[in-house]
């Protein structure tokens, strides 16, 4: 579950499932970098999708295309954890030698290097876990995300009905809050309304995502 706080998301422990194929990694990689931002962590990006990258390729190489995993993310101390878990307890990852690695496949060289051979496998019944850890700043993963974007778009929710997502003085305040999948549904829903919106006034809807998109990603740095 992930709550807001002061206009920014908590940073609560984050999973996500997903299919093992080379079609996903790229949303994997958008879905991480979004929040991360969220977190106040931006300028560990680039790192982590690398982890992410080759932790979800070493499942499609080793486990097979199609298998079903899964990809956790949460704070543990200084650390950024990130986690694949798949339902293979065989198929272990192997540190190969710089010399060894192919171009196409740098298997778990690159974590060794990225996370300075932090990362290691828990084994789960029939199940295995491939985790590695980034070393990141605390002071910056504590800072809020004053982002009027944000604001704006968390008093629109709220007018949807689906209660209060932030108070000014924090959780332990008494505000309600909500689950992640209850905000993007209000937040689906306030997009397919504005489609609506567009469509019946003679605009294009598809060249109004587009525009949007490229304002998101001008404003966060870069493409997602």
Not at 14 to 37: C, D, G, N, S, V
Not at 43 to 62: F, G, R, Y
Not at 181 to 196: K, Q
Request: negative net charge.
């Amino acid at each position: 579950m992930a709550i807001y706080v002061s206009g920014r998301a908590a940073r609560e422990p984050w999973r996500h499932e997903f299919t093992a194929h080379p079609k996903e990694i790229a949303q994997l990689r958008r879905m991480l970098r979004l929040r991360l931002i969220l977190w106040g962590l931006r300028d560990h990006v680039d790192a982590a999708q690398i982890c992410v990258s080759e932790l979800a390729t070493n499942v499609i190489q080793h486990v097979g295309e199609g298998t079903p995993a899964a990809l956790r993310m949460e704070l543990n101390g200084p650390h950024l954890r990130l986690e694949v878990e798949d339902p293979d307890p065989r198929a272990l990852p192997t540190l190969l030698a710089a010399s060894d690695v192919l171009e196409s496949g740098r298997g778990m060289a690159l974590v060794d290097a990225v996370t300075d051979h932090h990362w290691g496998v828990i084994l789960r019944g029939e199940a295995k876990v491939v985790w590695c850890e980034l070393m990141v700043d605390g002071s910056a993963a504590g800072r809020p995300t004053n982002d009027p974007c944000i604001t704006r778009a968390t008093a629109i929710l709220e007018l949807y009905g689906s209660g209060p997502l932030q108070s000014g003085r924090g959780v332990a305040g008494g505000a309600s809050v909500l689950s992640m999948a209850v905000t993007e549904e209000a937040a689906i829903e306030v997009m397919a309304d504005l489609l609506h919106w567009l469509h019946a006034h003679g605009h294009d809807p598809d060249d109004v995502l587009d525009r949007a998109q490229t304002h998101f990603e001008a404003s966060i740095g870069g493409p997602l």
